[in-house]
C-alpha cells in the first residue's frame, strides 16, 4: 500500500455526533455530557469554559469542577452537536475528553463520601452538646441541673449509639465472621458496654457516666477515618484516565469509508487507521509499509522503533509520526495494556496494602488488650463485679490502637501523596520501608543517567551553509540515531535540504548521494567514547562529528547525595568500558563500581546478588534487574514495568525524584517509629494504670483522645512538611 | 436561674438547626466540589 | 453566533444597594460624631452643654446603636445586596420588600435617633429601643429574611458561596436573639418591663450582647470579608475549605459563649466556667478565618502598597485576629477579674468596631462606589491618606484604652500591707486615667477626619459619574441543573428523615429541660431571705435610672473579689436583684458600683451631688442633672407600673397596687421634708429627684435578714 494514500478522514471528536457514541457518554436522552478536560489549571480556565454558553449557540450550560478536572455541559441536541463543542473547547486550548457517567461521577465514591461527612457532622455536634452538658458537670453543677444534663446526654447518645457506632457494628461484624481482630471491634463493644454500663448508673443515680467520652471517642475515630480516606484518594495520576478515554475509540473502515467507532466493537479484522498522536486501541498488524512507533507507555523505551508491514503492534503504541492503516487482532480489553489500564482506574493498587499493614500490626495489639481484660474481668470479678467492668472497660477504651490504625496509614498516605506531588508514581506503600532498607544503587546508562537520543557535540555554526543543505539531504528520510542529532542540531539554521541523486542508506555503514561529481559519503568512525562520524566528498574526509548522550541534567546532582548520604554507587551499562569512562569523566563522578558489556540478564545476576540494592532503569531492558532489586525505579519508563517490578515510576524527567523518595520513605519511616513508640510508652503505662483502677472509663475516654490526636497531629504535620 | 430552661433548648435548637442546614448543604453536594467555586465568585 | 436561549440577561438591582451605601455613608457620620462627642463628655464633661438630652447616660445608646444599628447595619445591607446577586446570578427576590426594608430599617433609625435622648430606653445595652420599635425590628428583619431567602430560592447558581452562608446564619440568628431578648410588657407607648428580671434578665441580655457581637458585627463582616477581599485581589479564598470549617465551627461554637460577660457575677459557676470554655475555643476557628483572609492576599503583598482598598482590608482582618484573640484573653476569669469594668473593654470593642468593621465597611464602599456609579475613584491618593488616619485614630484609641483600663483596674485592687485600699477614693482612679480620657477623644478625631476625607472624595467620585447611563444586563446561565451522575437525588428522601428525626431529638431534649427544672422554680432563692419588692416611688426612682442611662457609668453588681468587698461592701446575691426589671448589673465602673450605695449618704449628700456632682466630689467627672429638680413625677402611671409588676410575678399586694400614688406621694412627701430640714429647698416633694433618692438610699437594702 502506498505511503500516499490519503483517506478521508472524520474530523477529530466527529464520532461524538455517532449513536453508539452519544448513548455511552451522554446522559437525559442525549442532551447531558461529561469531559475530562486537559490543561484545566485555573481561575481564568474556568471563566473561559465556563462563558462557552454566551458565546456558542446551543450549548445550554456548562459548568467546571477543578478539582477532578472536568467538565459538564448540557446542549440542545437541535442547534448544535456534541462534536461542535468538544471542538470548541479545544479550539481555546484545552483537550477535552469525552467520559462515561460512570467513570466521571464515580457516583458511588460521591455517595459514601457525602453519608460519611453527614455521620461526621452528626456525630460532632452530638459529641459537643454531650460534653457541653458534661464540662457544665464538671464545673460545679449539681441538684436539678445534674440530673436534667445527665438524662440529656442519655437522649443524645442514642443516635451515637445507633446511627453514628453503625459502621463500627457493620466492620465488628464483619471481622467476626472472617475470624479476625479488627480496629472496630474495640470501637462496637465500647460504645455498646459503654451505653449500658452509663445507663445502668444513671439509673442507680451514680456519677460515672460516660455518654460524654464515648461519643467523643467516637467522633475522633470517625474524623481520622474520614480523613484518612481524603488523604488516599487520587493519588495516581489523572493520565491513565486520559490514555484510557481516548483509547476509548477508533477509526474502523466501514461500508462508507472510514468512520469513528467505540473500541468495544472492534472486531478481530476490523481495518485501523490512526494517526500522529494516537495509541493503537488493540493489538494490530500493520498494513503500511512502514510506522514509526513509540512504546513508552508499554515498555518505557524512549526511542520510537519501526514496525514494517505485516508486523504486529501492540495496543497502547503510539504512532510518533505521519498516519498508518492496521488490521486490529486483539480487542484491547484482553491484551496487557488493556488490562493495566483497568487496574489504574479502580485505584484500589494501594489503597488495600496501606490498610491491611496497619490492620496487621493493630491485630497483635488487640489481641493483647482482650485477652488481658477477658483475664482480668474473669478474676477481678471475684472481688468486685462493678470494679472490673469499670476498670476492664477503661482498658479497652485507652488501649485503643489508633497509632497503628491511624497513624500508620495516615503517615503512608502522607508519603504517597508527597511523592505523587514529586512525580513518583509509587506502587505501594511496602515501597517506602524498602527504600529505607538500601545500601547499593545501581544505575543503567543509556536511558537512565544519560538521554537516550544523541546530540552533536560541535557547533553547527561552523558548517558551511552548502554543505548543511547537503547533509541534510543525505539524513533527511534516515531513521538512525544519528541522523535525528542532526537533523536536530541543524532544525534552527533554516536550511533547505539538497535532494541527492543515487541517495542511499546501508544499514550498518552510512548513507551516500551524489550532487552532479561531488559524491558524499556519511561514514560511523573510530569510536573513543562518543559516538563519531565523518562527511567525505569524493572519498576525502570534509567533516568530523562527535555525538553524545546528553547526560541527565541533574544526574551529578543526585549521584553525589547518594554518596553523601551513605550509598554505594554503581553503574550497569551495556557500552563498551570507554564510553563508561568518558561517561565517568563527564559527570566528574566515580562509581563505586562499574560494569560494562552487560546484557539484560547479566545486570539482573548483578543486581540479584547484591543484597539491598536499588536499581535505577528504563523501561523495558531493566525489568528483569528491576524485579531482581529490593526496590526498581523506572526512570521515564513506562508504567507497566513500573507497576510490574513491584516499584517506583518517576513522572517528571530527571533523577531528583530518587533523592526525594529517600527523603519521603525517610519522613515517614521516623513518622511511623514515632508514633509506635508513643503507643507503646502509653499502652503499656495507661493499661497497667487502668487495671490497677487508676484509671477510670471516663479518664481512659479523655486520654484515649488525646493520645490519638497527638500521633494524628503530629503525623499530619509530618505529612505537610 | 430557670432562664436557663430556655436558654439551652434554644441553644441546642438553634445548633441542630444548623446541623440540618449543614446536612442538606452536604445532600445537595455544596460541598463536594471546593475548588472552583472560590475562582467563580470572584467573576462577575 | 446567535442568542442562547438558555442564557439569559439578568439586571441586578443596584439602586438599592447605592440607597444602602448613602445610608452607611451618613449614619457613620452620626455615629462617629456621637461617638466623639461622647468621648469628650468623659474628658470633660460639660461637653454635655447642661442639656439633658445630651448628657452622657442618654448619647452613649445613641453611638452604640448608631454605629451598631446604623452604619455597621446599613454597611451589612449594602454588601449583601451587592453581592448575592452576583454570587447567586439573580437579581434580588423583591425590588418592593428591599425598599421596604430600606425605608423600615432608616425609619428604626430615625426613631432611635429622637427616642433615646428623649430617656426612651429599656437601659439593656444594645437592645435599649423600646417596644414599638422593637416590633418594626422584627418586622423590617422578616422583611429582609423574605427578600433573601426568596432570592436563595430562585437563584441561578447551583453553589451556595460561603459568604452566602455567613449571611444565612446572620439572619437566622439575629433574628431569634431579638425577639428573645425584647419580650417585654409595655407599660406606656414608650415604656415597657422586660418578662426576665434579675439574673434571668442579665443572662438573657448577654446571650444576646455577646451573639449580637457575633452575627452583626463578625459574621456577616466575615461573609463579605469573603466576598469583597477575594474580589478586589482579584485572587481567590487562599483556601475555601478552611472557609467553610471557618464557618461551620464559627456558628456552633458562638451561641455558647455569651456568659463570659457575667464572669464573678451572681451566676452559677459551672455555667460561667462553660462560657469561658467556649470563649476560649472561639479562637481557633477566628484565627482560621483571619489566616484565610490574610493568605489570600499570598503573591499580591506589592498590591498592598498602591491599593487603598486592599490596605483597608488586609489592616481589618488584622484588627479582627487581634480582637478575636483579646476576647477569648478576657473572657479568662483571671484576666476578666481585672479588665472588667475597665476602658480595656472599651478599647477592646472599639479595635473590633473601628478597627475591623470601620475598615472592612471602608473598604467595602471604596470598591462599591466605583462599581455602582460606573465612574473611577476620584483621588486613591486620599483613600491612602484617609487610611493613615483611620489606622492611627484606632491605635490611639486602642493604646489609650487598654492603658486606661489597665492602670485603673490595678489601681482599683491595689491593697497595702494592712489589707486596706491603696485608692479609696474612686474619683483619684479617674483622675489618673483623664489624660488617657484626651487621647482617646483626640484619635477619635483622627479617625473622624479620615473618614470626613472619604467622603469629600465619594462626593467628588459620585459627580464626576456620568449621567443617563442604561444599566448592562450580566449574562447568566442557570446552572441548577441535575448532574449526569443523576443519583444525587436519591438520598434526599434519607436527608429529610433524618432531618425529622434530628428535630425531634431537639424538641425531646428542649421538652426534658424545659419541664425538669420548672418544677422547682424557686429553689435559688434562699427560702428564709424574704425580698421585698421596690416601693412606688422607688420604681419610680428607678425608671428615672433607667432612662437617664446611669448604668452605662455605674454598675450594681459587686463581685466576690476582695478588692471589691473592701470598696463596696459584700458580693451580690441572686436575690437581691430577683425583682430587677431591667436588671442593672452594668458593665462599666465609670464612677463607683452602686449595688450597696443605700444608706451610705444622707438624702441631701445625693440631692446635691445629682444637682451639682462637684458640689461633693470636687474633681467629679459626672454630669449635672439638675432637670431632676424641676421635672415631676407621674404617679398616677404607677398603678399600671404595679399591675404590670404583679403580673409578671412581682409580690405587690392588691391594695399597694391599688395606692401605688398615695403611697409614693406619702414616701415622697418625707424625703422631701426631710431634705428641707437639712438645707434643701422646698417643694421637692413632687420633682424627680426625690424618687430617684429613694432608689438610690434603697439599693442595697432589699433582701437583708
Known amino acids: 500500500m502506498p505511503n500516499s494514500y490519503a483517506p478521508q478522514l472524520p474530523t477529530d471528536y466527529s464520532y461524538l455526533d455517532r449513536d453508539e457514541f452519544r448513548a455511552k457518554y451522554t446522559e437525559r436522552s442525549g442532551t447531558q455530557i461529561r469531559f475530562f478536560v486537559g490543561g484545566m489549571r485555573c481561575g481564568k480556565c474556568v471563566r473561559t469554559l465556563e462563558q462557552i454558553p454566551l458565546r456558542l449557540k446551543g450549548v445550554r450550560r456548562l459548568r467546571v469542577e477543578l478539582s477532578r478536572s472536568l467538565a459538564e455541559a448540557e446542549i440542545d441536541p437541535a442547534e448544535i452537536s456534541f462534536s461542535d463543542l468538544a471542538n470548541e473547547i479545544a ?57 436534667a444534663f445527665q438524662w440529656l446526654s442519655f437522649v443524645l447518645y442514642l443516635p451515637v449509639l445507633t446511627y453514628v457506632a453503625w459502621p463500627f457494628y457493620v466492620g465488628a461484624w464483619n471481622s467476626l465472621k472472617n475470624k479476625q481482630l479488627s480496629i472496630d471491634l474495640p470501637m462496637a463493644i465500647a460504645s455498646v458496654s459503654g451505653f449500658v454500663f452509663s445507663t445502668v448508673q444513671l439509673l442507680r443515680g451514680r456519677d460515672d457516666i460516660y455518654f460524654d467520652s464515648l461519643s467523643g471517642f467516637l467522633f475522633l475515630i470517625l474524623a481520622a477515618r474520614w480523613l484518612q480516606r481524603r488523604m488516599q484518594r487520587r493519588f495516581l495520576r489523572p493520565e491513565l484516565l486520559t490514555e484510557s478515554s481516548q483509547l476509548g475509540r477508533a477509526r474502523v473502515l466501514g461500508e462508507n469509508g472510514w468512520d469513528w467507532a467505540p473500541t468495544e466493537s472492534l472486531k478481530p479484522g476490523s481495518e485501523i487507521f490512526v494517526t500522529m498522536g494516537e495509541s493503537l486501541p488493540a493489538d494490530s498488524e500493520l498494513v503500511t509499509e512502514s510506522a514509526l512507533f513509540s512504546l513508552a507507555w508499554l515498555s518505557g523505551e524512549n526511542s520510537p522503533r519501526i514496525f514494517r508491514a505485516g508486523a504486529m503492534v501492540p495496543a497502547g503504541a503510539r504512532l510518533v509520526a505521519g498516519s498508518a492503516r492496521l488490521i486490529a487482532k486483539k480487542p484491547l480489553a484482553e491484551t496487557g495494556f488493556g488490562r493495566i489500564l483497568q487496574q489504574a482506574q479502580q485505584f484500589s493498587l494501594s489503597e488495600n496494602r496501606v490498610i491491611s499493614l496497619a490492620d496487621k500490626w493493630a491485630q497483635w495489639l488487640l489481641g493483647i488488650v482482650f485477652t488481658t481484660a477477658l483475664i482480668f474481668l474473669a478474676l477481678y470479678s471475684m472481688v468486685s463485679v462493678e470494679e472490673a467492668i469499670r476498670r476492664s472497660l477503661a482498658l479497652i477504651i485507652l488501649a485503643c490502637p489508633c497509632a497503628m490504625a491511624f497513624g500508620t496509614p495516615l503517615a503512608l498516605a502522607a508519603a504517597l501523596r508527597k511523592a505523587r506531588q514529586a512525580g513518583l508514581i509509587v506502587q505501594d506503600a511496602n515501597v517506602f520501608e524498602n527504600t529505607r532498607r538500601v545500601e547499593t544503587v545501581f544505575f543503567d546508562k543509556t536511558g537512565t543517567l544519560t538521554d537516550t537520543e544523541l546530540t552533536l557535540r560541535e557547533d553547527p555554526k561552523i558548517i558551511p551553509e552548502d554543505y548543511k543543505s547537503i547533509i541534510l539531504g543525505l539524513e533527511n528520510e534516515s531513521l538512525h540515531p544519528i541522523a535525528f542529532a542532526l537533523r536536530k542540531a541543524l532544525a534552527d539554521e533554516n536550511v533547505i535540504p539538497i535532494p541527492l541523486r543515487n541517495r542511499k542508506e546501508i544499514p550498518g555503514r552510512g548513507v551516500e548521494g551524489s550532487i552532479g561529481k561531488r559524491f558524499f559519503e556519511l561514514k560511523s568512525g573510530p569510536a573513543n567514547g562518543y559516538s563519531h562520524c565523518v562527511l567525505f566528498e569524493n572519498g576525502t574526509p570534509v567533516f568530523h562529528f562527535t555525538f553524545a548522550a546528553e547526560i541527565n541534567r541533574d544526574a551529578r546532582e543526585v549521584l553525589v547525595d547518594l554518596r553523601r548520604r551513605g550509598y554505594r554507587v554503581a553503574l550497569l551499562s551495556g557500552d563498551k568500558q570507554a564510553v563508561a569512562d568518558q561517561l565517568s569523566k563527564d559527570l566528574d563522578f566515580e562509581f563505586d563500581e562499574v560494569h560494562c558489556e552487560v546484557t539484560p540478564e547479566m545486570k539482573a545476576e548483578i543486581v540479584g546478588r547484591t543484597p539491598k540494592a536499588m536499581m535505577v532503569g528504563d523501561g523495558v531492558n531493566d525489568s528483569l534487574a528491576m524485579m531482581r532489586a529490593t526496590v526498581g525505579v523506572a526512570v521515564r519508563g513506562g508504567v507497566e514495568a513500573a507497576l510490574k517490578s513491584s516499584g517506583v515510576y518517576l513522572c517528571e524527567s530527571g533523577l531528583k525524584g530518587i533523592t526525594r523518595l529517600i527523603e519521603i520513605s525517610e519522613g515517614a519511616a521516623s513518622s511511623i517509629k514515632t508514633n509506635l513508640m508513643v503507643s507503646v510508652i502509653y499502652n503499656s503505662v495507661g493499661g497497667a494504670l487502668a487495671l490497677l483502677g487508676y484509671i477510670n472509663p471516663l479518664v481512659a475516654a479523655l486520654l484515649m483522645p488525646a493520645s490519638s490526636g497527638f500521633i494524628l497531629l503530629s503525623t499530619w504535620w509530618r505529612g505537610i512538611r | 436561674m430557670n432562664i436557663l430552661v430556655i436558654m439551652i433548648p434554644l441553644s441546642l435548637v438553634l445548633g441542630f438547626l444548623f446541623l440540618g442546614a449543614f446536612i442538606w448543604s452536604v445532600q445537595d453536594g455544596q460541598l463536594d466540589d471546593t475548588e472552583t467555586p472560590p475562582h467563580r465568585a470572584i467573576e462577575d | 453566533m446567535g442568542k442562547n436561549v438558555s442564557v439569559e440577561e439578568v439586571y441586578y438591582d443596584d439602586d438599592i444597594v447605592k440607597m444602602f451605601v448613602v445610608a452607611t455613608v451618613v449614619f457613620a457620620g452620626v455615629a462617629f460624631l456621637a461617638g466623639i462627642w461622647a468621648a469628650l463628655q468623659l474628658a470633660y464633661w460639660p461637653a454635655n452643654l447642661n442639656s439633658e438630652y445630651l448628657t452622657f447616660g442618654r448619647l452613649r445608646p445613641l453611638h452604640t446603636n448608631a454605629a451598631i444599628f446604623a452604619f455597621a447595619g446599613n454597611a451589612i445591607f449594602a454588601g449583601i445586596y451587592y453581592s448575592t446577586q452576583r454570587l447567586l446570578k439573580t437579581r434580588m427576590f423583591s425590588d418592593f420588600l428591599g425598599r421596604l426594608h430600606f425605608w423600615g430599617w432608616q425609619l428604626i433609625i430615625v426613631a432611635a435617633a429622637i427616642t433615646l435622648p428623649l430617656g426612651y430606653s429599656q437601659s439593656k445595652e444594645y437592645a435599649e429601643l423600646e417596644w414599638p420599635i422593637d416590633l418594626a425590628i422584627t418586622f423590617i428583619w422578616v422583611v429582609f429574611a423574605i427578600n433573601f431567602f426568596g432570592t436563595l430560592v430562585k437563584r441561578r447558581e447551583k453553589h451556595m458561596y460561603v459568604a452566602i452562608w455567613f449571611y444565612i446564619a446572620t439572619i437566622i440568628t439575629v433574628g431569634v436573639l431579638h425577639i428573645v431578648n425584647s419580650i417585654e410588657i409595655p407599660v406606656s407607648l414608650f415604656q415597657s418591663y422586660p418578662v426576665y428580671a434579675g439574673i434571668q434578665d442579665a443572662l438573657v441580655q448577654w446571650w444576646y450582647g455577646h451573639n449580637a457581637v457575633a452575627f452583626v458585627l463578625t459574621t456577616p463582616f466575615l461573609g463579605l470579608m469573603y466576598y469583597y477581599l477575594p474580589k478586589a485581589a482579584e485572587r481567590p479564598i487562599y483556601s475555601y475549605r478552611l472557609s467553610i470549617i471557618h464557618f461551620w465551627a464559627l456558628v456552633f461554637i458562638y451561641i455558647w459563649a455569651g456568659p463570659h460577660h457575667l464572669l464573678y457575677t451572681s451566676l452559677p459557676e459551672w455555667a460561667q466556667t462553660l462560657g469561658m470554655v467556649f470563649s476560649v475555643m472561639l479562637w481557633a476557628p477566628s484565627w482560621g478565618g483571619m489566616i484565610n483572609g490574610l493568605l489570600t492576599l499570598k503573591g499580591a503583598w506589592h498590591l498592598l502598597r498602591t491599593e487603598p482598598i486592599l490596605k483597608f482590608f488586609a489592616a481589618g482582618v488584622t484588627f479582627y485576629g487581634m480582637a478575636t484573640f483579646e476576647g477569648p484573653l478576657l473572657s479568662i476569669k483571671s484576666v476578666s477579674a481585672l479588665g ?353 433618692i429613694a432608689y438610690l438610699q434603697a439599693l442595697g437594702q432589699k433582701g437583708k435578714e
Request: charged residues 20%.
Open chain 1, 91 to 147: 479550539r481555546l486550548g484545552f483537550q477535552p475528553i469525552p467520559i462515561t457517567p460512570e467513570q466521571g461521577a464515580d457516583a458511588l465514591g460521591r455517595q459514601t463520601d457525602r453519608r460519611e461527612l453527614i455521620r461526621l457532622a452528626i456525630a460532632g455536634a452530638l459529641a459537643g452538646n454531650i460534653m457541653t452538658f458534661s464540662f457544665a458537670a464538671y464545673f460545679g453543677a449539681e441538684g436539678e441541673w445534674l440530673t
Open chain 3, 340 to 692: 472588667h469594668y475597665t476602658d480595656w473593654i472599651v478599647g477592646h470593642v472599639h479595635g473590633g468596631a473601628l478597627g475591623w468593621n470601620g475598615f472592612m465597611a471602608f473598604g467595602m464602599i471604596y470598591y462599591l462606589v466605583p462599581k455602582l456609579w460606573n465612574v473611577a475613584l476620584y483621588s486613591k491618593k486620599l483613600a491612602t491618606v484617609h487610611f493613615w488616619f483611620g489606622f492611627l485614630g484606632v491605635i490611639g484609641y486602642y493604646v489609650s484604652m487598654v492603658s486606661a483600663g489597665i492602670t485603673q483596674g490595678l489601681m482599683w485592687r491595689a491593697i497595702d500591707g494592712n489589707g486596706r485600699l491603696v485608692y479609696p477614693d474612686f474619683v483619684e482612679t479617674v483622675l489618673r486615667i483623664q489624660p488617657l480620657y484626651w487621647i482617646r477623644f483626640l484619635s477619635g478625631g483622627l479617625f473622624l477626619i479620615g473618614f470626613l476625607i472619604m467622603v469629600y472624595n465619594l462626593i467628588r467620585t459620585v459627580q464626576n459619574a456620568p449621567k443617563g447611563e442604561i444599566a448592562k444586563p450580566a449574562l447568566v446561565t442557570n446552572t441548577r441543573w441535575t448532574s449526569p451522575a443523576g443519583k444525587g437525588h436519591r438520598g434526599l428522601e434519607g436527608a429529610a428523615t433524618l432531618f425529622s428525626v434530628l428535630t425531634l431529638i431537639a424538641i425531646l431534649v428542649g421538652s426534658v429541660i424545659e419541664i425538669y427544672p420548672t418544677l422547682s422554680l424557686h429553689k435559688y432563692v434562699p427560702p428564709n431571705t424574704a425580698v421585698e419588692p421596690y416601693t412606688p416611688l422607688e420604681l419610680a426612682g428607678r425608671d428615672i435610672y433607667v432612662r437617664e442611662g446611669c448604668y452605662v457609668c455605674h454598675s450594681q453588681q459587686i463581685r466576690p473579689l476582695v478588692a471589691e468587698v473592701l470598696r463596696y461592701g459584700e458580693p451580690s446575691t441572686v436575690a437581691e436583684s430577683m425583682y430587677d426589671r431591667p436588671f442593672q448589673w452594668g458593665s462599666k465602673r465609670t464612677g463607683p458600683d452602686l449595688a450597696r450605695v443605700g444608706k451610705k449618704y444622707p438624702d441631701l449628700w445625693h440631692y446635691r451631688h445629682m444637682i451639682d456632682p462637684r458640689a461633693v466630689t470636687a474633681q467629679s467627672i459626672m454630669p449635672a442633672y439638675p432637670w431632676l429638680e424641676k421635672n415631676k413625677v407621674d404617679f398616677l402611671i404607677l398603678r399600671k407600673k404595679l399591675t404590670v409588676m404583679k403580673n409578671l410575678g412581682v409580690p405587690y399586694s392588691p391594695e399597694e397596687i391599688a395606692n401605688a400614688d398615695i403611697l409614693a406621694e406619702k414616701q415622697a412627701r418625707e424625703i422631701a421634708s426631710n431634705l428641707e430640714a437639712q438645707g434643701a429647698p422646698a417643694g421637692l416633694e413632687n420633682k424627680q429627684i426625690v424618687a430617684l
